[in-house]
Nanobody, 113 residues
Framework: HVQLVESGGGSVQAGGSLRLSCTASGLTSDEADMGWYRQGPGNPCELVSYVSRDGSTYYADSVKGRFTISQDEAANTLYLQMNSLKFEVTGLYYC????????WGQGTQVTVS
């Protein structure tokens, strides 16, 4: 059973930090590429950060230098460390696997005030 479960969201003041976690189970090698997506209020879902199977990473311009994506392969967990949070990154954050993404978690809410 393929499953992604996100955690770590919450409410934080601007300038604060959060670390999102995504625990995976049942993924195949076809889903080795993983990323974090955000759906802000009234906005379409957008890619925030991505790590490919070869370890290369991508960050949206809006989060470069402030967010860091990482993996703990032994724990089957993907992380997103978010520092210096700004109001505009508020949204529902989804973990997804595959290229194109075809396995999605349920999302975790991040609210920056």
């Amino acid at each position: 059973h393929v499953q992604l479960v996100e955690s770590g969201g919450g409410s934080v003041q601007a300038g604060g930090s959060l670390r999102l976690s995504c625990t995976a189970s049942g993924l195949t090698s076809d889903e080795a590429d993983m990323g974090w997506y955000r759906q802000g209020p009234g906005n379409p879902c957008e890619l925030v950060s991505y790590v490919s199977r070869d370890g290369s990473t991508y960050y949206a311009d809006s989060v470069k230098g402030r967010f860091t994506i990482s993996q703990d392969e032994a724990a089957n967990t993907l992380y997103l460390q978010m520092n210096s949070l700004k109001f505009e990154v508020t949204g529902l954050y989804y973990c997804a696997a595959g290229d194109p993404a075809n396995v999605w978690g349920q999302g975790t809410q991040v609210t920056v005030s």
